[in-house]
């Protein structure tokens, strides 16, 4: 006898090595039971191939350069893919959320939640989560003494988060026409330990009234703080501020100017602030604007919402939106080179609310 290491036979189907020992001349034959076995076999063998490969992209979209990845929000869960509108992945399936950061190496993916079991009674804030880009569970993140948190951004180590938060809430009033008041801030967290401080603090809060503070943001270097002042969904400007909370720049310079200019993030040079204007009827559009900060002059750039900066300040990453005004509006994701003659070319559909990150010089 010998031993048969090589295929079953072409008819069989099945290319696996077995080790059968038969006799010269013999015609082998699979039982319908062993055809069972070696094609349940084959098909473990193709699922834990596809599960691989899609750990690996995961895991290989996660080790790119920061600058070439974007997250970004599509039909209430967080998504990450490459600048150029490859290499989609989910990273939720639970809905509810929004305002991602995306961590300056990469790897994480920081956003809020509003789902059920999120948000605080009677506030309608939720609250802060963490993902890795390659995959796997989300874990809530908890804040010393902070009931509530949206709007996280890494600082440039990556170490910590800012955000807006809310703590000592109260009710005023009957039950049918209380009213909630809270204390917002503007914290910095340590995302290990938990351990928070407030940079800017506004005690007694109307919650109905607007938000205070919104969409916080680190400069490259981690020494300011730019934040959206929002007194309704159609006013308010952003402020920098230093770590502990000393004003240093707003715009518009004059609190009684509309013209609303919301989610600010300041360029490597320091000086250029990236922004945009929303739109405030069907006959306006949003509008991305730079502002200089040393001026104040306001530059256009482009129409579309929520910029950001990809491509380490190469390039922006923004939002524009159809039908907005509809019950069939819908956004999708365009990049526009930040380069004489360049024009804005779409990336990724059904998408909004786009993270990048930039590091430090």
Not at 61 to 80: C, D, T, Y
Not at 349 to 358: L, N, V, Y
């Amino acid at each position: 006898m010998r031993t048969y290491r090589g295929v079953i036979p072409a008819q069989a189907g099945i290319p696996v090595n077995t080790g059968f020992r038969i006799k010269s001349g013999m015609t082998i034959r699979l039982s319908l039971e062993d055809f069972r076995v070696h094609f349940c076999l084959i098909l473990f063998i193709i699922f834990a191939a596809v599960a691989s490969i899609g750990c690996i992209a995961g895991h290989a979209l996660a080790s790119e350069s920061a600058g070439e990845m974007v997250a970004f929000v599509r039909q209430g869960n967080i998504w990450v893919a490459r600048v150029d509108g490859t290499g989609e992945r989910r990273l939720t399936d639970f809905g509810a959320c929004g305002g991602p950061s995306l961590s300056p190496d990469g790897k994480l993916v920081a956003f809020h939640c509003r789902g059920e079991g999120d948000i605080y009674p009677d506030t309608g804030f939720g609250q802060i989560y963490l993902v890795e880009t390659a995959g796997g569970e989300p874990r809530r993140l908890k804040f010393n003494g902070i009931l509530a948190a949206e709007h996280p951004a890494f600082s440039p180590d990556g170490k910590t988060l800012v955000f807006v938060g809310l703590s000592e809430v109260r009710k005023q009033g009957k039950e049918d026409e209380a009213q909630v008041f809270a204390t917002m801030s503007v914290s910095i967290a340590d995302i290990q330990t938990g351990k928070t401080r407030a940079v800017l603090r506004h005690k007694n809060a109307m919650l109905d009234a607007g938000y205070i503070y919104s969409h916080p943001a680190f400069s490259p270097d981690g020494q300011l703080i730019l934040w959206q002042q929002s007194g309704s969904d159609v006013s308010g400007g952003f402020q920098i501020t230093d770590l502990k909370g000393k004003a240093l720049f707003r715009f518009p310079p004059k609190g009684e100017d509309p013209m609303p200019t919301w989610g600010p993030s300041l360029a490597l040079d320091g000086q250029s602030v990236l922004c945009y204007s929303p739109a405030t009827s069907d006959a306006s559009d949003d509008t991305i604007y730079v502002v200089d900060r040393k001026t104040g002059k306001m530059v256009e750039v482009t129409t579309g919402a929520s910029p950001v900066f990809v491509r380490n300040g190469g390039a922006i990453v923004f939002e524009r939106w159809t039908n907005r005004w509809t019950d069939k509006a819908s956004s999708n994701l365009w990049i526009l080179e930040l380069k004489p003659g360049a024009t804005p070319r779409r990336i990724i559909t059904d998408a909004s609310e786009p993270a990048g990150t930039m590091l430090r010089k």
